[in-house]
């Protein structure tokens, strides 16, 4: 009898420590951006990310996601989830994209869910925009509508039932390597006020 309960004791032991570090590895990589990070307003880019000095959770998040990351000579990946205020991207709200994107020959942005899966495509909606296909203002910044309805001018349509976020890809920039910028610049996400359809206004 003692044996026994020796045996279902060690065995519950190990469940709760093998779910545990399921758990935690999990939440790891759904939250945790690595390390080495590269913050510029309110996105986040991981230089090493396609390195071969990239830490653990980088490596697990872009394998878990069939990413081809790109190396540091040929671009940068710069992630957003929260709006200006801090608050999570929701898909029933409406923003605005606002500012300049910093010096590179090309760029684009789309949206993705919270593990770097690209949102579902729906037909005939511009999930993803590029630096060549949007109007510019006088000052070379950029206004883009970010919504799940139809929007006038740019618009970066959302099909998404939960929280998402931006990405944007700069290629051939010098940001994020030794040359770098001094005080770059991201455009930055602004929630418009009364545009969700139920939950936050």
Not at 22 to 35: C, I, K, M, P
């Amino acid at each position: 009898m003692t044996c026994l309960r020796t045996i279902l004791l060690a065995g519950l032991t190990c469940l709760i420590v093998l779910t545990g570090g399921t758990v935690s590895a999990l939440y790891a990589l759904n939250n945790f951006d690595g390390f080495n990070q590269l913050t510029i307003g309110q996105w986040h880019a991981s230089p090493s990310y396609g390195s071969a000095e990239a830490d653990p959770y980088a490596r697990a998040q872009r394998s878990r996601a069939a990413l081809l990351p790109l190396g540091s000579a040929e671009g940068q990946r710069f992630v957003l989830r929260h709006d200006a205020t801090g608050t999570k991207l929701d898909p029933r709200c409406d923003y605005i994209l606002q500012g300049k994107a910093p010096a590179s020959r090309f760029w684009t942005l789309y949206g993705s869910d919270l593990q770097d899966r690209p949102l579902a495509p729906k037909d005939g909606l511009p999930q993803e925009l590029h630096s060549q296909m949007i109007w510019y203002q006088n000052d070379s910044g950029f206004l883009i509508n970010v919504s799940a309805s139809a929007q006038p001018a740019n618009w970066l349509a959302i099909n998404a039932a939960g929280p998402y976020q931006l990405v944007m890809t700069l290629y051939d920039t010098d940001l994020g390597t030794s040359i770098g910028f001094e005080n770059p610049q991201m455009p930055e996400v602004h929630f418009i006020k009364g545009s969700c359809k139920g939950g936050r206004q």
